[in-house]
């Protein structure tokens, strides 16, 4: 049972550049999220996800976008990178709304 | 929308004391409380969820209140030790119920 699992660990990108996120769990839960943490901020939400094939926006969404096709993935884009977006994202995921959620490692971003 | 705060930033107490740490909310009233830790480097690890109709919820040495006539919840540590230093998140869902909001937390720091 590996839990949720993000990849990559680390990575650069220039800016302008275009990649993507990967998050997977392994324990068939409908509610994934994904946030970004920065010092003095705190975790902000990006967006999030209810179930296969539906996405809703967070706090934070504009740059990002989401797709989830299937209940064990849920991936998040960055579509033009830019130095804003230098972050550690970490994506979550929980069995349903009284439960609390288990999160992934953590991505952390640098956009140059 | 819903606001988080965590009133202390960092706490600092000595081995053996209590730790209490304090979450406030404002705008609406949720029906669930979640209390998480986080360590350097590492995402975000559950400890405890409280319903709005339980006022106090006991995990070995934590102990968490709930008043939602204040709007506020205190997170107790209780006969604390060094491996006790993290930060303290408190998390509310969004008024929906489809997505967790996370304060900013608290660094807490217990010295032998």
């Known amino acids: 049972n590996a839990g949720v699992t993000q990849t990559p660990k680390f990575q650069v990108l220039k800016t302008g550049q275009s990649m993507t996120l990967q998050c997977a769990q392994d324990m068939n839960h409908e509610y994934m999220s994904w946030y970004r943490q920065d010092p003095g901020m705190g975790l902000r939400l990006i967006h999030y996800?209810?179930?296969?094939?539906?996405?809703d926006q967070g706090e934070v969404p504009n740059g990002y976008n989401v797709s989830r096709s299937t209940t064990e993935d849920f991936p998040l884009r960055l579509l033009s990178a830019a130095p804003s977006q230098t972050s550690v994202y970490f994506c979550a995921s929980r069995q349903g709304f009284n439960y609390g959620y288990t999160f992934g490692s953590g991505t952390r971003l640098t956009v140059v | 929308s819903q606001k988080i705060e965590q009133n202390s930033e960092a706490l600092n107490i000595q081995e053996g004391k209590t730790a209490t740490l304090t979450c406030n909310y404002t705008n609406y009233s949720p029906a669930y409380l979640q209390w998480y830790r986080q360590d350097p480097g590492r995402g975000p690890v559950f400890l405890l969820l409280i319903r709005e109709n339980e006022k106090e919820k006991r995990k070995e040495r934590l102990k968490v209140t709930f008043d939602t006539t204040l709007k506020q919840s205190l997170f107790h540590i209780t006969a604390s030790q060094p491996a006790d230093s993290a930060t303290y998140l408190c998390?509310?869902?969004?008024?929906?119920?489809?997505?967790?909001?996370f304060g900013k937390g608290t660094t807490l720091s217990v010295s032998s």
């Open positions: 998390a509310l869902h969004n008024q929906a119920g489809t997505a967790l909001i």
């Open positions: 996800s209810v179930g296969a094939g539906i996405t």
